[in-house]
């Protein structure tokens, strides 16, 4: 199935830092998501992007689906974007996730 | 719903005894999933339904695990003989198509196998 390695694994920011995180694919998709898992365990969808880039207030993404990687911003980050980011992509009608970047702003 | 929904959200059980999760799906989505989130062990696709096809049950670890939907709506995850390694979080999602669709997950159901 299609490998997917996220990176980095973990990540402490100061509030106000931005970051970059990357997720790469081993193979061709026609559908990528990126989700935050908050701290109580709910998985948040972020964006639905197979490709081009899009933007939700603080966040953007941008995938090269040609490049097989995506790549998640936060810009001005908050306490409150701390937990799990994970993308996926899917292998037959499922998800295969990441292992994740887990995501720590501290105050 | 607004959203998809889940019970219980925690539960607690011996090992040996069956269990039932519950899943509703957002109303008028035709898919359905079901995973488990383990720790160490990531995001696990489980099994997939999609309105009134045989579900694909390609990712379900072993025959202790059954999954059934009815009426094409609510879905019943069923784990008999329950052993202390089906420890995690099972989450449902459901999506308005079944390929390539964005799919919606419910807060999870939180399985401690004592």
């Known amino acids: 199935g299609i490998q997917v390695e996220q990176s980095p694994p973990d990540l402490i920011l100061q509030e106000g830092a931005n970051s970059t995180l990357r997720c790469n694919f081993s193979d061709s998709v026609n559908n990528l998501q990126w989700f935050h898992q908050n701290p109580w365990g709910q998985l948040i969808n972020l964006f639905y992007?197979?490709?081009g880039t899009k933007q939700n207030g603080r966040l953007s993404a941008t995938t090269v689906a040609t490049e097989r990687y995506s790549l998640l911003y936060i810009s001005s980050s908050q306490t409150t974007d701390s937990g799990v980011y994970f993308c996926?992509?899917?292998?037959?009608?499922?998800?295969?996730f990441g292992k994740g970047t887990s995501l720590l702003v501290t105050p | 719903g607004a959203g998809v929904s889940q019970s219980p959200s925690n539960k607690v059980t011996e090992k040996g005894k069956d269990v039932e999760l519950r899943c509703d799906p957002i109303?008028?989505?035709?898919?359905l999933y079901w995973y488990r989130q383990s720790l160490g062990q990531g995001l696990e696709f489980l099994i997939y339904f999609q309105g009134n096809s045989a579900p694909d049950k390609s990712g379900l670890p072993s025959d202790r695990f059954s999954a059934e939907r009815t009426g094409g709506s609510v879905s019943t995850l069923t784990i008999q003989r329950t052993q202390q390694e089906d420890s995690a979080v099972y989450l449902c999602?459901?999506?308005?198509?079944?390929?390539?669709?964005?799919?919606?997950f419910g807060p999870g159901t939180r399985l401690t196998v004592t």
């Open positions: 109303s008028g989505h035709t898919a």
């Open positions: 999602a459901s999506s308005s198509n079944g390929l390539v669709y964005e799919q919606y």
């Open positions: 996926a992509v899917p292998v037959g009608y499922a998800l295969n």
């Open positions: 992007i197979p490709s």
